[in-house]
């Protein structure tokens, strides 16, 4: 038969444990260091997926509504007003690089370096054939007249605002048509969707 203790032994318990507290728990490096490694593992599989999203080409991120883009890869955010384009345009030659084409593709605007972010043109200065080399002067002369045909502005469609090359990664609009698609259905440049394509047949 169980007997229960006095009420005046418990109470005399529980005052030595008020007055005698038990000391703090001990701090593990061990566990520590558990937690920091599993802290640094998380911190790279968000690095991993920013890297991955980066590639990601704009149309899967990229959703128009209204007169606004809604940028669906970062949550919310709304990309910058659309920009003007305004003055003449010519071939890129020399170091004067101004307002200048460089290919199908790449052109400078007020002496910053812009590139078509939803298309691919041919290659001019290394092409992999002749073929290439001649779609490529076809292409940059038809940027080239889009480009003084006036009437454009210009949207940053992209995560990014520049390439890896520092050129300002924007889509052109004229009326509200890419002037890239123009380009594609013309067969002076394909859509980017990631890959580099092949023009040599």
């Not at 005046?8 to 490096?29: G, M, S, T």
């Not at 061990?30 to 968000?46: D, E, F, S």
């Not at 919310?76 to 593709?105: H, K, W």
Request: some cysteine; proline content about 7%.
């Amino acid at each position: 038969m169980m007997t229960r203790k006095p009420a005046r032994v418990i109470l005399l318990k529980d005052a030595r444990q008020k007055l005698n507290p038990p000391p703090p728990p001990r701090w593990k490096p061990v566990g520590a260091l558990y937690r920091i490694r599993h802290a640094l593992v998380g911190i790279g599989l968000v690095t991993l997926a920013v890297i991955h999203f980066e590639k990601i080409p704009y149309s899967y991120l990229i959703v128009p509504v209204g007169n606004k883009l809604i940028d669906y890869g970062v949550t919310g955010a709304v990309s910058a007003r659309p920009e003007p384009i305004e003055g003449r345009f010519a071939a890129c030659s020399g170091a004067q690089l101004v307002n200048c084409v460089i290919d199908g593709d790449t052109f400078w605007y007020r002496a910053v370096s812009y590139r078509l972010s939803d298309i691919n043109a041919p290659e001019i200065g290394r092409p992999a054939c002749e073929t290439e080399r001649r779609l490529g002067r076809d292409a940059q002369v038809a940027l080239l007249h889009a480009l003084n045909a006036g009437g454009l502005i210009m949207e940053r469609r992209e995560r990014r605002d520049t390439d890896q090359y520092g050129r300002k990664l924007r889509v052109v609009l004229h009326d509200g048509r890419s002037v890239g698609d123009t380009l594609i259905a013309r067969g002076l440049a394909q859509r980017n969707d990631g890959q580099k394509p092949s023009w040599c047949g």
